[in-house]
């Protein structure tokens, strides 16, 4: 749908603009009036005039159209007004009011009204508990963010989760002249939320990158979607409040969203290509800097006129999984014309203390050739002259517009006016080496990312059962939905009794195992509900025995016995693989593999992908340890066949909704086949 | 010895002094008629005045006794000037000509000489290749750093390796109000090197912690040892550059100094407590805040006014394995008397954004009696007072004296003077989280720092054995000497011929293992030379056969052949162990303990520590990854049989310094036993 109306209004109503300038109503209305050209309609029951300007009684009250309504009135009146903005056809409202559910039950029940109102309505709000909105082409500061920090133009989009956060770094924007193209505080995301704002800027031509804080997600398949297409043109960039556990704790007992842990919401950000960061001044740097950079190459260039600025620049790249340049003959015998010949001609290429602004021109221009990222480090030495370094770099960058030049200017006083100079001049100027790599590390990953393609999930023509069940299964009431599944599992008969065991074995040969069988029971071993490696038949009669003794003694609550071969018969096994599902609240089903049996617990190695399963996630489950694991162990024939069960295992938690988990362990791996010998279905 | 005479000269001498505006020497003049009250003589074989001062020729002909000399003359000369120096009585000399090791092999040979006089002369130097050195109480600043760059008084020593780092983050620090003791440019230290000057710092009562740049180290054990005295009364705070491979290539490509790679620096640096940082930033926060700040716990408070600084906090602490004070009762039930009723009351403490200064004083006085580190976060929202905030937060600090309080000041403009009030009110004050985070987890580590303790190791009376030989020794001539040590291997005798080995067999018995003995090839399996499961005496011969055929066929250089029992006899295996040592060039002896057999390199899994092993290492490696994984697989016993066996090999390294390597993979747990069944040693 076409939101130009909520960042292009012809005209903005102010409801609950307020004579008293302690009111939000009150700074809302000031903001407006300084930086907004259209028609404001201050809205407030008691008053004729508020700052100047004629104000009205309700909406219905003006004559002329009204594209946006910002509401500043106490949470309880608010749906009358959304209804009274309906009438009226207002296209957008931001609801600044807060009360709602991060306030607690009556204030969820007001949110669960509105939410029931907005389903048939036309009107789309942001908010409530929203700061407000920015848009500086054209103007508008429809928030309470202090007068004194005023937002400038630039690229970057900021939608944020926290109004505090929000305002902290406009201020700190302000003052490091770091420009927006919108800023909007999305609340409590009754209606639009980050999924559907990435959607809008995605096709705002005045937005280059956009930087998201946020802590939790309603809906993160369409988070998922959109951020990919989103991706496709430009970078996104979230920092995720709430990732650890501990900070998880600390989300929820402050706003009302539910957050959950780290690794959905890696994985969500590595299937979409959005840029991960977990510090604020993290995002800050990239706020500045990442619509005008792109990074294509892990392989990056160093000048520096001190050795230990390289040095250190090195070691973070080397941390950040990024590489130096392998600078060819060529491009050192060039160097060595018109670097002196102390000159470190290997990168990183250190042109020595006494460095000149012609010598930094000299060896950019030589190394401008290779079209790599180049990250310049100057350090303010006796004979160096910081602006003129700057303007020499500058120089260079003119003459290659899509060059990623980064340069890193150590020092203070002595070099604050080159940093300004580069920034005014569009390139980036930062303190410490580290910034400057973290910056082509997130870009590096964006630039070459590419979106999910999904050949092998589609190739798997598994007939995925339907599970009806909405009690847990385990054993061999699970089993039958994995052998359905095609997964390879060892063979199992149930029984009640010594007849039925006797026919049972007859199926299954020694040497076999028995265990209880129980949907209640997850882990049998514990309660000595399970004898392995019986040889023969009297071993079997007192295995029984004495699994029924078990059972009277605990009480334990079963549902009869199960007889399994022993698949490990002669002791051929490599290693025991796990085989799990989990389904995030988020994001949906996560497919886990890891090693099995005692190591599970102890190294707790796993790799997981999110559902459906991508063909670069199987690409990256190769190159994973835990898949170089496998690959040692067992044949290629096993290994395919374990990335097929994670396809499998991917469709039936997708057309299965009630199940919770799945845990498939041990899957025993041969060094030609790979079989399950235990099973749980989670419902 | 006695150092004051370098830090508080009545005299210094520079010879090299110069009228040219443009050469070092008249800067460092200039520096040191600025900041020095004493006598000054400038020696210049050429001129009788500079810059208003009388010169000299020659130190000899300087009347008055001189205490420091500061050398800036062409490398050449600098040898004799020394002498001349020693003539003369001067105590301290600092070199800062350049043109010794770090550019080449003439270079190295004046740095040798010079090292050859030092040995049999009185005078201590710094450098050469150093650009000076500063104190700032009694003030003097004997550096060529630019003189707009001006230290101020601090109680933070900083030791560098690298002088163009030295004089940015001096410039830096200028800018920031940041404040030294001593600044020293260690140079190629020649003489005087780090570890000496940690030395010097212990007893400076002006400096309070000590920052250190380092690339390497020439003597890793001296290093540790005086690290270690100096933790007991001030935190040392090191950024190593060079950590990564990529870096300690760089590194090597400009200083003269080797680098080794991180785990070494990292156990050292865990050994000594010193505070290791990764970033210049990082290095710099240290600098302001660590002589000022004592955390002894590990349980942080948070103080909020913005819902999402607190869960940035949290994740932040949570990285950095830092936890949260869980509130008692009575300490919320106390807040809920000063805070409104939204208020979250659990820690992070949400005081709300529309906190007022006195709030923020109700809260942390109540939370100061938790005697923990508080993280105060204030964001600057509509109604907030940032410096009354900030002047209440010092009030608090003056009630508290030893309280850790750190506060984060989020935004720009707004709160930029609350900031610098709180800096000069000696109170911390950062723009994001994560530095407040990293800062307490450094200071936390050192403040719980114990100095290492050798129960264990001097309960260990394992004689150990004296290995003469120069060659490598593996197999049965490496097994002896293991054997010697007290580490359980299994029986192998050597033989040379079918009637040999059937004598041979008759001591091992079946099942059993055959090898060639070669003390050239250290991977026998891979040249077919190992026969392992020889059942009987039929096998046996095949084996033999086969064996002897390889050895024509390939042309190897073997010693003879070692026929082994076979130690894992009826399958009762549990895990592989594999137990090495590498001698550190800086270090001396790291000894390691991992996964061995197939999970060795897929894994990866080891845990290593410096020789002499202190009862802190033991028990850190009894928590470890490793140590859990052994604790689970084998009995308490076989445990602390392993741990023994780690210190009998620290042993054996420590008095047999041609070791460079040793190798025991695998060596077989079982329930109750742990056996070596493979031997190298590298000499």
Do not use: W
């Not at 939410?115 to 920015?134: D, E, M, Q, Y």
């Not at 989300?251 to 979409?272: C, P």
């Amino acid at each position: 749908m076409d939101f130009s109306r909520l960042f292009s209004p012809e005209s903005i109503a102010v409801v609950g603009a307020s004579r008293d300038p302690g009111k939000i109503g009150s700074v809302i209305l000031k903001n407006l009036r300084i930086t907004y050209r259209g028609k404001i309609f201050p809205i407030n029951l008691n008053t004729e005039e508020i700052q100047g300007i004629k104000a009205y009684k309700k909406v219905s009250e003006v004559k002329d159209p009204i594209d946006l309504a910002i509401i500043s009135i106490p949470a309880e009146g608010v749906l009358s007004v959304l209804k009274e903005c309906e009438r009226k056809k207002i296209k957008f409202a931001i609801v600044i009011s807060a009360g709602f559910k991060e306030s607690g039950s009556s204030g969820l029940k007001l949110e669960e009204d509105i939410k029931k109102f907005l389903k048939t309505s036309k009107i789309r709000v942001i908010g409530p508990n929203s700061l407000g909105a920015i848009n500086t082409s054209p103007s508008y500061n429809a928030t309470f963010i202090d007068p004194n920090s005023k937002p400038i133009e630039g690229r970057t989009a900021f939608i944020s989760q926290s109004g505090a956060l929000l305002s902290a770094i406009v201020d700190d924007a302000t003052l490091e002249k770091i420009g927006f193209s919108k800023i909007i505080s999305i609340g409590n995301e009754v209606d639009v939320d980050e999924a559907e704002m990435l959607n809008v800027l995605l096709n705002d031509e005045k937005t280059g990158a956009i930087t998201l804080y946020m802590e939790g997600l309603e809906d993160g398949q369409k988070f998922i979607k959109n951020a990919i297409e989103v991706a496709k043109k430009k970078p996104i960039i979230a920092l995720k409040g709430g990732k650890s556990k501990m900070g998880a704790a600390a989300a929820e007992s402050h706003t009302g969203s539910l957050t959950d842990n780290n690794t959905s919401y890696d994985l969500a950000f590595k299937k979409s290509g959005v840029i991960s960061v977990d510090n604020i001044d993290d995002l800050f740097n990239f706020m500045r800097d990442a619509p005008n950079l792109k990074i294509k190459s892990d392989e990056i260039v160093i000048v520096t006129n001190a050795g230990g600025g390289g040095v250190i620049t090195t070691d973070a790249l080397s941390a950040a999984n990024l590489k130096l340049v392998k600078l060819s003959n060529n491009i050192i015998s060039e160097l060595s014309k018109v670097l002196p010949k102390e000159a470190s001609l290997h990168n990183p290429i250190d042109i020595l203390g006494d460095a000149t602004p012609e010598r930094y021109k000299e060896a950019l221009e030589i190394v401008s050739k290779l079209n790599k990222p180049i990250i310049v480090i100057f350090s303010p030495q006796e004979t160096s002259l910081p602006i003129e370094t700057a303007k020499e770099i500058s120089e260079i960058r003119l003459q290659n517009r899509d060059l990623p030049i980064l340069p890193v200017f150590l020092g203070g006083a002595r070099i604050e006016k080159a940093k300004r100079y580069l920034r005014e001049n569009g390139l980036p100027a930062y303190s410490y080496p580290n910034e400057a790599v973290d910056i082509i590390r997130g870009l590096y990953v964006y630039g070459t990312f590419t979106p999910p393609v999904y050949t092998a999930y589609n190739k798997n023509k598994t007939k995925v059962p339907k599970v009806s069940s909405k009690e847990n299964l385990f054993g061999l009431s699970a089993k039958t939905i994995f052998d359905k599944l095609g997964i390879r599992t060892v063979s199992g008969v149930p029984f009640k009794n010594e007849a039925e065991l006797q026919k049972a074995v007859k199926k299954i040969g020694y040497p076999c195992v028995l265990k209880i069988a129980s949907n209640s029971i997850a882990h049998k071993a514990e309660v000595g509900g399970v004898v392995l490696g019986i040889k023969n038949n009297e071993e079997l009669k007192k295995a029984f025995a004495s699994l029924k003794a078990k059972v009277n003694e605990n009480h334990l609550k079963i549902n009869g016995y199960e007889l399994y071969e022993h698949a490990n018969k002669d002791n051929r096994q490599n290693i025991e693989i796990l085989l799990g599902a989990h389904r995030d609240r988020q994001f949906g089903p996560l497919i886990g593999i890891g090693l099995g049996g005692e190591y599970a617990n102890l190294l707790n190695e796993s790799e997981f992908v999110l559902a459906p399963i991508a063909d670069k996630d199987i690409n990256e489950f190769k190159n994973s340890k835990i898949g170089k694991i496998i690959s040692a162990a067992a044949k290629h024939k096993v290994f395919d066949e374990l990335v097929d069960y994670m396809i499998s295992l991917s469709k039936l938690m997708e057309s299965n909704p009630q199940i919770k988990d799945i845990d498939i362990n041990p899957i025993m791996t041969f060094e030609d086949e790979a079989i399950a010998t235990d099973f749980k279905i989670y419902n």
